[in-house]
């Protein structure tokens, strides 16, 4: 990704340790934010 032009911006975790009921399994989740740079430099308004 990171030739592509990709970037890791930030990463999210969390958990669910208890599901219910009878249930003793939980779930991890991560979740990774990329930004890309842009190509072409963005038009600036004149004011």
């Known amino acids: ?3 592509k032009g990709w970037e ?5 975790s969390g ?3 208890y599901s219910g009921r ?3 399994n939980g ?3 991560t979740r990774y934010g990329f ?5 072409t430099p963005v038009a600036q308004s004149s004011n």
């Open 1 to 3: 990704m990171a030739e």
């Open 8 to 12: 890791l911006a930030f990463v999210n």
């Open 15 to 17: 958990e669910a340790s």
């Open 22 to 24: 009878g249930n003793s």
């Open 27 to 29: 779930i991890f989740i």
């Open 35 to 39: 930004k890309r740079k842009r190509k």
